[in-house]
């Protein structure tokens, strides 16, 4: 289905755009899920046709040095993931919430109406992943081993069944339907970068004087981060909290005043 003949450079120029949009949306508080839909269908479908811009796997292929087989220079790749995880200490991980397509897959799967679990998971998740990388960046550097493709990420997105990674990853996205995004909580690699930099990202969802303590956005919250002192590292900007949020201007997308 991955349109070979395509530049994957375009999933980049649309990653910058979508960027842009977004942030603009949060910043001057019209976001809205209706917003984060349109993004996540062509985020999805972007996937399947252009493998790009799949950031965790473009990780892989640094850490293997095989950029190429994307068609990117390695200190092209290098700089591209570079600039992303300098996006997040701006503005936090709106890579992840709308743009990359594994997570807008997972994300539309939880769309679905099925019981969820794993909402508490948020902080033991975080080290699995951490320890994930590990074994990552070892078989990678020390086997050349390309672990994401052993669990079939590239599979799933060429639409090439027959392939068993295929069928791993496809129980990962199934998976995704009941917990919120499996594979960006647990597996990811890059998203482990990009958690680092949203804890300390500039503008983030705040509690303002406002808030009259209802509760509702850390009920809505599907990672369970939305507590005022959290730091929103796994805050995937789903804006769910917001959503639910009853009072105007009690949850908003800033800095710290
Ligand atoms: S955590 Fe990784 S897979 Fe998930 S959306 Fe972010 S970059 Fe993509
Ligand atoms: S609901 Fe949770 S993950 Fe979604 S934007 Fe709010 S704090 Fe972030």
């Given at each position: 289905?991955?349109?070979?003949?395509?530049?994957?450079?375009?999933?980049?120029?649309?990653?910058?755009?979508?960027?842009?949009?977004?942030?603009?949306?949060?910043?001057?508080?019209?976001?809205?899920?209706?917003?984060?839909?349109?993004?996540?269908?062509?985020?999805?479908?972007?996937?399947?046709?252009?493998?790009?811009?799949?950031?965790?796997?473009?990780?892989?292929?640094?850490?293997?040095?095989?950029?190429m087989e994307l068609g990117?220079?390695?200190?092209?790749?290098?700089?591209?993931?570079?600039?992303?995880?300098?996006?997040?200490?701006?503005?936090?991980?709106?890579?992840?919430?709308?743009?990359?397509?594994?997570?807008?897959?997972?994300?539309?799967?939880?769309?679905?109406?099925?019981?969820?679990?794993?909402?508490?998971?948020?902080?033991?998740?975080?080290?699995?992943?951490?320890?994930v990388f590990v074994v990552?960046?070892?078989?990678?550097?020390?086997?050349?081993?390309?672990?994401?493709?052993?669990?079939?990420?590239?599979?799933?997105?060429?639409?090439?069944?027959?392939?068993?990674?295929?069928?791993?990853?496809?129980?990962?996205?199934?998976?995704?339907?009941?917990?919120?995004?499996?594979?960006?909580?647990?597996i990811c690699p890059y998203?482990?970068?990009?958690?680092?930099?949203?804890?300390?990202?500039?503008?983030?969802?705040?509690?303002?004087?406002?808030?009259?303590?209802?509760?509702?956005?850390?009920?809505?919250?599907?990672?369970?981060?939305?507590?005022?002192?959290?730091?929103?590292?796994?805050?995937?900007?789903?804006?769910?909290?917001?959503?639910?949020?009853?009072?105007?201007?009690?949850?908003?997308?800033?800095?710290?005043?």
């Amino acid at each position: 289905m991955v349109l070979e003949s395509v530049p994957k450079a375009l999933g980049i120029v649309y990653a910058v755009l979508a960027v842009v949009v977004l942030a603009y949306l949060w910043k001057t508080g019209r976001f809205s899920r209706r917003h984060a839909l349109g993004f996540l269908v062509v985020s999805a479908a972007l996937g399947f046709l252009l493998f790009s811009p799949v950031f965790p796997y473009l990780l892989q292929l640094v850490i293997l040095r095989r950029t190429m087989e994307l068609g990117v220079l390695l200190p092209a790749a290098v700089t591209g993931l570079a600039v992303f995880i300098a996006v997040t200490l701006l503005a936090g991980r709106i890579v992840c919430g709308q743009i990359c397509p594994v997570g807008a897959v997972q994300e539309l799967m939880y769309h679905l109406p099925v019981p969820r679990y794993g909402r508490d998971l948020t902080p033991q998740a975080g080290f699995v992943r951490a320890g994930v990388f590990v074994v990552i960046l070892a078989t990678g550097v020390g086997l050349s081993a390309n672990l994401l493709d052993s669990i079939g990420l590239k599979d799933f997105f060429s639409l090439s069944p027959a392939i068993p990674g295929f069928v791993v990853f496809l129980a990962i996205v199934l998976l995704s339907a009941a917990v919120y995004r499996p594979f960006c909580r647990f597996i990811c690699p890059y998203g482990l970068f990009l958690a680092l930099a949203a804890s300390r990202s500039r503008w983030k969802i705040r509690r303002t004087d406002a808030c009259i303590q209802c509760g509702k956005c850390e009920q809505a919250c599907p990672v369970n981060v939305a507590t005022a002192e959290n730091s929103k590292a796994e805050c995937y900007l789903c804006g769910r909290c917001t959503e639910a949020c009853p009072v105007d201007g009690a949850l908003v997308y800033g800095r710290e005043s």
